[in-house]
């Protein structure tokens, strides 16, 4: 079975450019995760998605993050303009609907210049 | 709300030490609670779990026991090897969704 897949999997921008990230997750997998992780610190949840549908996005910066799901199966996640304090890894990850166990993919670690 | 804490590190271990990775919760309810480990360069990975109170979770010489009394539920492993050098999360999700509540992690090195 063929786990999350992301990509890029490196990044290095200047402050005020955009940056897109892409996640395919496991195949049949309702409900799909986009977490930021700061050097040293656990993940923290930025937004969930139950098929094509937003569940949670509560810490999701709006004014400069936005992610869509729009045929419920891969997804992006954007900033524009980037800060220096978003450097950072951006895992995605998945599960069954009803299941309790998320698998990660590699992430994406973006660096901010 | 929701939330984990586990011992901060990094944690400085010989070869064949004993391990213990300490992990306390609040959660209402009644949670699922989860060890995930994330090696250089890689992303996290389920490494063991327990789903009710005194259910014990083991893989790869890791154990952790849900402790309900306790709120805890710590990693051990009674002989560690330089490949188990990694950050190791402890994570708990709710009975009423599937949201993840992640500690800070904690960073082992095993020197040999």
């Known amino acids: 079975e063929a786990g999350v897949a992301q990509s890029p999997r490196y990044k290095i921008i200047e402050k005020r450019q955009s940056v897109a990230f892409w996640c395919n997750p496991i195949s049949g997998h309702a409900t799909l995760y986009w977490y930021q992780q700061i050097l040293g610190q656990g993940p923290k949840l930025l937004i969930q998605f139950q098929n094509n549908g937003v569940v949670d996005d509560s810490q999701l910066p709006k004014d400069r993050f936005s992610a869509e799901r729009l045929k419920g199966v891969d997804s992006t996640l954007k900033i524009q303009p980037a800060k220096l304090e978003d450097s950072a890894v951006y895992l995605c990850a998945s599960n069954p609907q009803g299941g309790y166990e998320q698998f990660f993919g590699p992430g994406t670690r973006l660096t901010v210049l | 709300g929701d939330s984990v804490t586990q011992m901060e590190g990094p944690v400085t271990l010989s070869e064949e030490a004993c391990l213990t990775i300490n992990c306390t919760y609040t959660a209402t309810g009644y949670p699922s609670l989860f060890w995930y480990v994330q090696y250089p360069g890689e992303g996290l990975q389920l490494l063991l779990k327990a789903t009710k109170a005194d259910d014990k979770g083991s893989n790869k010489g890791f154990e952790a026991t849900y402790r309900k009394e306790t709120t805890s539920f710590h990693l051990e492993k009674g002989s560690v090897q330089v490949s188990d050098s990694a950050v190791y999360f402890c994570?708990?999700?709710?009975?009423?969704?599937?949201?993840?509540?992640f500690g800070t992690g904690t960073s082992l090195t095993v020197i040999p």
């Open positions: 994570a708990l999700t709710s009975n009423t969704g599937n949201q993840f509540y």
